[in-house]
């Protein structure tokens, strides 16, 4: 049983690139979460999603980010226009149901030079 | 706003003894608390978990121990192994209007010293 896929691991954008990052929830997981860590901090909430709704996005910026989870396919998160302070660990969660508990992929680590 | 503090950024333990990490919260809606280890490189992975309504939960050499009027819980590792060596993190879940969401401590740098 797979866990959960995020891709790429590394990604690394010049300023004002715009960053897509890809999650894969563990099969029979349709509730998907993005946190995103800087450096020496603790993991802090983004997003969370259900297959094609956005349920909760009180944690994502206001501008620049975007999140989705199709019908079909992975969940995106998308960074449009990408400054330095943008430069994180994303980790994308997923969890069976709103009551079980979430499980990690190994995130992506993105560099904005 | 820092609802879940982990107050010692590290610990050092020895080999075969006991590690204690310890994790401090504000908000009383939490429902759910959970610990997590982090390899560096590496996603979080889940360990052991508590409900708000329990006060200790063991699984093998892991036990979480809450007190609800402190709110406070600890993470007890015993015997610490050398592979226990990670950054551990504190979570609270809080559930609002049909969603789920977890807050994070700082977390804990542990090495196990041989």
């Known amino acids: 049983n797979a866990g959960v896929m995020q891709n790429p691991r590394h990604l690394v954008r010049r300023r004002g690139q715009e960053a897509r990052l890809r999650c894969s929830p563990m099969?029979?997981?349709?509730?998907v979460y993005w946190y995103r860590q800087l450096p020496e901090e603790g993991l802090k909430f983004m997003v969370y999603?259900?297959?094609?709704?956005?349920?909760?996005e009180s944690g994502m910026p206001k501008e620049r980010f975007s999140a989705e989870f199709p019908k079909e396919g992975p969940s995106i998160l998308r960074i449009q226009q990408v400054v330095r302070g943008d430069s994180a660990a994303y980790f994308c969660?997923?969890?069976?149901?709103?009551?079980?508990?979430?499980?990690f992929g190994p995130g992506t680590r993105l560099l904005v030079l | 706003d820092q609802q879940v503090k982990q107050n010692s950024p590290s610990l050092s333990v020895q080999e075969g003894r006991i590690s204690i990490l310890n994790c401090d919260y504000t908000?009383?809606?939490?429902?759910?608390f959970l610990w997590y280890k982090k390899y560096p490189a590496e996603g979080p992975t889940f360990l052991i978990s508590?409900?708000?309504?329990?006060d200790k939960n063991e699984d093998g050499r892991f036990t979480v121990f809450l007190n609800k009027s402190a709110k406070h819980l600890s993470l007890h590792i015993v015997p610490s192994q050398p592979g226990d060596s990670a950054v551990y993190f504190c979570?609270?879940?809080?559930?609002?209007?049909?969603?789920?969401?977890?807050?994070f401590g700082q977390g804990t740098r542990l090495t196990i010293n041989p």
């Open positions: 979570a609270a879940r809080r559930r609002i209007q049909g969603a789920q969401k977890l807050v």
């Open positions: 099969k029979g997981h349709s509730h």
């Open positions: 969660a997923s969890s069976f149901s709103i009551q079980e508990t979430q499980y």
């Open positions: 999603l259900q297959k094609e709704n956005i349920i909760d």
């Open positions: 908000n009383s809606m939490f429902d759910y």
């Open positions: 508590i409900s708000s309504i329990k």
